[in-house]
């Protein structure tokens, strides 16, 4: 009996079922990022819901093709660590605890019933409630517990799985509708959830996934070769078929061996390793802990890289592929090509004099030259380069932790989409680690300038929170579409002036703008105003906006510096 007929009758999903589902609804997600993202009820370019959840879904696809048996138990292990590390954004973990839960439910099976994932999917409810300080209704932890609410009553009238799933989506779709009624900025702004829409979206490409015959999907296996497009069996039903590739960057024949390993030594001392083995390829990741350091590069010549790292220690865990096994290359006459999503990456700038001072290190999540040098010269050890658009992932952060000597780590994610990442980090980490909620670059510096290298983690956890409460933030940027916000009408195009999420005010003209909202933010209290100009913006530009503030604020300092960030023409800082 074919595993496709098994589950259609009811009685067992296998682990190439659930590869098959993972691998189907990442692509078919991929269609829908568009939608997703434009649900963003605050109308600014940001991390949006889609591309976090995309991304995320893509690392658990990563997972499915480092697994090559028949226990679904182990296959969603394999996932739901992958989508765990690879999480970004809010929904992004979010979406990870789901994988999660379902992971525990699953667990030692080898294969399950349509009740033993029923089960598995209340487990993953339960993981991602725990993941949030703080449950809303209202969001994708609704539509969550609905859809598994969905599956079990199925079961419990001895549906098979394919109508249970079915079940699940019907019940998805319901509480999706009733989150525009339970938000009150869902409401003003007249959408639903956008991570509730990303689930039920999820889900529906696992439904669709199940209908295609499971041949489709052997050529995905790293053991098997590619399909021809002459090979595949045509689906079953109308439904639109999914093409399934990897989304996931062109390869590059340059380099086309992924290798791995873990250098032992007795010295501690990696020094040079990264500028010797840079030049060998690319994608070089090296995170180094105590007296061990993990490699992962793609080269064309793994014997010289190994020589290298022979230089330092004994090697461990060696593991190198020919990714040229692992994918499948488009045809230059493919009319459906997989759309690809460019996120800039973020990466770890390790801050090389400081990576040893103290007892207690400080990794700010930063982006912009300009900030990077400032948070450089305050005194971070390292800086995950990351921010809007490009909320790092759980393992950027886990690399920074790693790299760094002290087992006492301060993390500071300034940006509310990261805080959630940051607490994942600290949990999955060995050392000690704490988490100043940051929301904003100034949030992040004014703690930082409060940090003490020689003092322990719990009085710097005092006095930075203390110093990160004492500023107030101001941004400018452009608003994305046409909206409403809490009675603030604006207009795709228009400068927004922003404090946390409330616009105080919009405007056609970038000055009068950031006059605009200076105005609405100082106060008696304020004794210093930072001025941070974008990238985009010349120094003679933004100086004429810092001398109209001395002008018109003459008992105020007023301060003016490069912060070279995207998106945000001005970043105030107010102490």
Do not use: W
């Not at 689930?199 to 529906?204: A, D, K, R």
């Not at 690399?399 to 006492?408: E, K, R, S, V, Y």
């Not at 056609?508 to 105003?529: F, G, H, P, R």
């Amino acid at each position: 009996m074919s595993s496709i007929t098994g589950y259609r009758q009811g009685y067992f999903l296998q682990a190439n079922d659930f590869k098959k589902m993972i691998l189907g609804a990442s692509k078919f997600f991929d269609r829908e990022i568009e939608k997703i993202n434009a649900l963003n009820v605050f109308p600014v370019p940001d991390g949006d819901t889609g591309t976090n959840m995309s991304m995320t879904l893509n690392a658990a696809v990563e997972g499915t093709l480092t697994y090559d048996g028949n226990s679904i138990g182990e296959l969603s292990d394999a996932i739901a660590s992958h989508a765990l590390m690879g999480a970004r954004g809010n929904s992004g973990v979010i979406l990870s605890q789901i994988f999660r839960g379902i992971a525990r439910g699953l667990q030692k099976k080898e294969h399950i019933t349509p009740a033993e994932l029923s089960k598995a999917f209340q487990y993953g409810v339960v993981y991602a409630y725990k993941a949030v300080s703080k449950p809303v209704e209202g969001t994708i932890l609704t539509v969550a517990r609905e859809m598994a609410r969905g599956i079990r009553r199925s079961v419990n009238q001895g549906e098979n799985l394919y109508d249970s799933l079915e079940e699940a989506i019907k019940s998805g779709k319901v509480a999706l509708d009733k989150t525009t009624d339970m938000l009150p900025s869902l409401k003003e702004a007249g959408v639903v959830d956008a991570g509730g829409l990303g689930l039920l979206v999820f889900l529906e490409g696992c439904l669709i996934s199940m209908k295609q015959s499971f041949d489709d999907m052997l050529h995905l296996k790293i053991t098997k070769p590619a399909v021809s497009p002459e090979e595949k069996v045509k689906p079953f039903t109308a439904e639109p078929e999914i093409t399934y590739s990897l989304p996931t960057e062109p390869l590059n024949l340059d380099y086309p061996y992924c290798t791995e390993f873990i250098i032992k030594n007795n010295g501690e001392d990696f020094s040079g390793l990264k500028s010797k083995l840079s030049p060998r390829g690319d994608s070089l990741i090296l995170a180094i802990h105590r007296q061990s350091a993990k490699v992962h590069i793609h080269t064309d010549s793994p014997d010289q890289v190994l020589g290298i790292a022979l230089g330092y220690g004994s090697l461990h865990n060696i593991k190198i592929d020919n990714m040229s096994d692992q994918h499948r290359l488009a045809d230059k006459h493919e009319e459906n090509k997989t759309s690809i999503i460019t996120v800039e990456e973020p990466t770890v700038l390790k801050n090389e004099p400081r990576a040893r001072e103290g007892i207690t290190a400080v990794i700010p999540v930063s982006f912009g030259e300009g900030f990077r040098e400032i948070f450089t010269s305050l005194g971070a050890h390292e800086i995950v380069f990351g921010g809007q658009t490009m909320n790092p992932k759980v393992e950027d952060l886990i690399t920074a932790i790693n790299n760094l000597p002290q087992d006492a780590i301060i993390l500071l994610p300034n940006n509310k989409n990261i805080i959630m990442v940051a607490e994942q980090a600290k949990k999955l980490s060995g050392k000690h680690v704490e988490v100043i909620e940051t929301r904003t670059i100034p949030e992040g510096l004014a703690a930082l300038l409060a940090f003490n290298h020689k003092q322990n983690i719990e009085k710097n956890l005092e006095t930075m929170r203390e110093g990160a409460g004492l500023v107030k933030t101001g941004l400018i940027t452009n608003a994305t579409r046409d909206t409403l916000v809490e009675g603030v009408e604006v207009k795709g195009g228009q400068y927004l002036g922003l404090a946390g999420d409330k616009i105080l005010t919009a405007g056609s003209e970038l000055y009068q703008t950031a006059i605009n909202l200076v105005d609405k933010i100082v106060s008696e209290d304020s004794d210093l105003i930072t001025v941070f100009y974008g990238q985009d913006l010349a120094r003679e530009k933004a100086a004429l906006l810092s001398a109209a503030l001395e002008e018109k604020y003459p008992g105020l300092e007023i301060e003016l510096q490069y912060g070279g960030q995207p998106i945000y023409q001005y970043i105030f800082s107010f102490e």
